[in-house]
């Protein structure tokens, strides 16, 4: 059948007989008037021939067919209908039919009468369908459950309870079929709990297959949701098919988000064991089991030949295909990779895959998950500066999106730690953490953003200590710094303190003029007090501005003074230096900050008395650590002020109390002092 702008037309004659499925023959041998006659229909039923086409593709009901319906009709049933259609025609003008030669356009019959009988038509055709009054039936159900703010709760459930009605029973006459699938995902939606359970009951042994279809797998996303036992249901399907299953278009991303978000661990385990060869597939494991490949090598060293070779071939297929996103691939590649002996030519040939996506596309998706983390972290701390140059480049423009996420903030770290040009480095990654492109005001929401974010802080801070405080970085960031630094020792030369200096010297000035900007920012939150906290411990530059911005939070009303998050942050910068638990002190930075005598000056700057309320309230220990700093200028000043005024200084707080004690003591010292001297004089006057 030709297929044009107008109806459907067919040759009678010599032209049929020679070419019955030539467009251009059938177009020649119609006669002028014929075709003037053409033209009108043509002009005045666009909407015959777009119903008929649909009608023939049997994918609308004229009736209740929405855009959704259309959009989602498949191609190969339009094809084989069209296939069909081409057939039908050519036998006809094979046999010489007489038959009208306009299809639905019958001679005398209006344009109107043709569209109500191509109606009439595709009726016929979905009333003979199995379950078409069925599927008829609960789609106009689902058209009013699908409008929540056209159905009350009483309405809701009468529709719900007629639906279950229809559907119990047939579930799987309706989730094999692009419209009426959405049906069960409705009636899945609103069902009670019992509800849900029967129709998974009715699903048993289809997941397979639902996760294979373009339009039912999102139904098994919503079953392994119900409970445990639909969960184990669904998975335990999956077992056995894994190979088949990763590489289908549309069941691979299915099975993939199960694995990694709702599957038990024993379940994740027999999944990715499918990956290590046939054995693992038809093997039935008693008891627990494991995928940890270095533990199943160890019990089967003569089978570590093949199942290097299946993994190694298996996920070679998905990396060649740019399937890169599964979870499930990046945690097979980092068992493959962990059972490479460094140096041997699998570990070469394996980091050179890796190299060989142009794109970066497998890079980027690696470093989002955590097997995926790892083992980009792994292949910078082993690759050569080349390597890790290349590596780094694949991640341009994705520093921020690194930075905030849990497991990508840790290629950040390792190629702070690994790489030894520093000014690469620095090129690479800062302009865009950052936001050096933005206007100020932009750029310093975005960085306020960064520095409270539990994630984004990391990369941000990293640089400014040469062990990072333990409320910076969780165990596994712990786990994975020692890993990366015990292999550093062999494939990096730069001293590692050196390559931290550098790297904290190329951010430090954005950062001390942001804290000098947004000072006030930041002191509301304790992430932002601790950012302000180590940024002026480890960075180098001129802080001045910065340090006195945050002496002057004092006398701003919207800064929480009382808060204890800003009272760590005060007696931190007064005592000058990071608290060193091995040995018991502080150690102060260089050069010094010298913030104890400039915060002082700032509190007694209205009224000398103003201390006296520091002492007694929830910043005593800031007082305290004055008291106790070494290069405080103010402590007989302070000493003074705090005796005169004992009496107001509550002794039933910890931090009031040490003052208290503090004080007594410099006073005795005072006083025995003055009589040794006075002894001394007496002394000297007798022997004289």
């Not at 098919?241 to 027999?270: C, F, N, S």
């Not at 040939?349 to 983390?373: C, H, I, Q, V």
Request: a neutral charge; glycine letters at 6%; charged letters at 30%.
């Amino acid at each position: 059948m030709s297929k044009s702008n107008g109806v459907k037309r067919r040759t009678d004659g010599p032209a049929a007989a020679a070419a019955p499925l030539s467009k251009k023959l059938k177009i020649d041998s119609t006669s002028a008037k014929k075709k003037q006659k053409a033209k009108q229909d043509i002009e005045s039923s666009d909407e015959i021939e777009s119903d008929l086409e649909d009608a023939d593709a049997d994918e609308l009901d004229s009736d209740d067919a929405s855009v959704d319906d259309e959009e989602e009709q498949a191609p190969k049933n339009k094809q084989s209908a069209k296939e069909s259609k081409k057939s039908k025609v050519s036998k006809e003008d094979a046999e010489g039919s007489t038959q009208p030669k306009d299809g639905f356009l019958k001679e005398g019959m209006s344009s109107k009468e043709a569209h109500a009988e191509q109606k009439r038509l595709a009726q016929q055709r979905k009333a003979a369908k199995p379950n078409a009054d069925s599927v008829y039936r609960s789609k106009k159900i689902w058209e009013k459950l699908r409008i929540k703010s056209s159905v009350t709760k009483e309405e809701r459930a009468k529709l719900v309870e007629e639906l279950f009605g229809i559907i119990t029973g047939r579930v799987k006459d309706f989730v094999f079929k692009h419209d009426s699938v959405r049906v069960i995902q409705c009636a899945l939606k609103y069902a009670t709990p019992a509800q849900k359970k029967g129709i998974a009951q009715e699903l048993r042994g289809s997941y397979k297959d639902l996760a294979e279809s373009k339009y039912a797998k999102f139904l098994v996303a919503k079953i392994v949701m119900i409970g445990n036992e639909e969960r184990d249901s669904v998975v335990g399907e999956f077992f056995g098919h894994v190979r088949r299953l990763i590489r289908h278009p549309e069941a691979g991303w299915i099975m993939d988000d199960i694995y990694r978000g709702i599957a038990t661990k024993e379940q994740k385990a027999r999944l990715l064991r499918e990956w290590y060869g046939p054995d693992f597939v038809i093997m039935n494991v008693e008891g627990p089991v494991t995928a940890d490949l270095s533990q199943i090598l160890e019990a089967q060293p003569a089978k570590r030949g093949p199942i290097m070779t299946h993994l190694k071939e298996m996920t070679n297929q998905l990396v060649q295909k740019k399937s890169t996103g599964f979870t499930m691939l990046h945690d097979a590649l980092l068992q493959y990779f962990l059972n490479c002996k460094p140096g041997s030519p699998e570990h070469g040939e394996f980091l050179d895959m890796l190299k060989d996506d142009e794109e970066g596309d497998l890079f980027k998706n690696l470093a989002f998950t955590k097997d995926g983390s790892r083992l980009v972290c792994l292949a910078l701390a082993y690759g050569n500066a080349k390597d890790r140059r290349t590596i780094l480049k694949h991640f341009k423009t994705h520093i921020k999106a690194l930075a905030g996420d849990v497991y990508g903030c840790h290629v950040l770290i390792t190629a702070y730690e690994v790489i030894d040009d520093t000014v690469m480095t620095a090129k690479a990654i800062f302009p865009e953490l950052l936001n050096k492109d933005m206007e100020r005001k932009a750029k310093e929401e975005e960085l306020l953003a960064q520095a409270t974010h539990r994630t984004a802080r990391i990369p941000l801070l990293w640089p400014m200590s040469a062990s990072p405080p333990k409320w910076l970085i969780t165990d596994a960031e712990t786990s994975m710094l020692a890993e990366v630094r015990e292999i550093r020792k062999d494939t990096s030369k730069k001293d590692p303190e050196k390559r931290r200096s550098e790297l904290a010297e190329a951010m430090s000035q954005p950062l001390l003029d942001f804290i000098a900007s947004q000072a006030a920012s930041l002191a509301g939150s304790s992430f932002g007090c601790q950012f302000i906290t180590e940024v002026l411990f480890g960075a180098s530059g001129d802080k001045a501005s910065a340090l006195e911005a945050v002496a002057r939070l004092i006398e701003d009303e919207s800064v929480g003074v009382d808060d204890a998050y800003v009272g760590r942050m005060l007696k931190s910068l007064v005592q000058g230096g990071p608290f060193d638990k091995a040995t018991n002190s502080i150690i102060p930075v260089e050069p010094g900050l010298d913030f104890d005598n400039l915060l002082y000056q700032q509190i007694v700057s209205k009224s000398p008395e103003a201390i006296v309320g520091w002492a007694s309230g929830s910043n005593s220990f800031t007082v305290l650590a004055m008291l106790e700093s070494s290069t405080f200028k103010h402590r007989d000043e302070l000493s003074a002020v705090l005796t005169a005024h004992r009496s107001e200084i509550d002794a039933g707080k910890p931090g009031a109390r040490l003052i208290l004690e503090k004080i007594g003591l410099s006073a005795d010292e005072k006083a025995d002092g003055e009589k040794a001297g006075k002894k001394k004089k007496k002394r000297a006057s007798k022997s004289g």
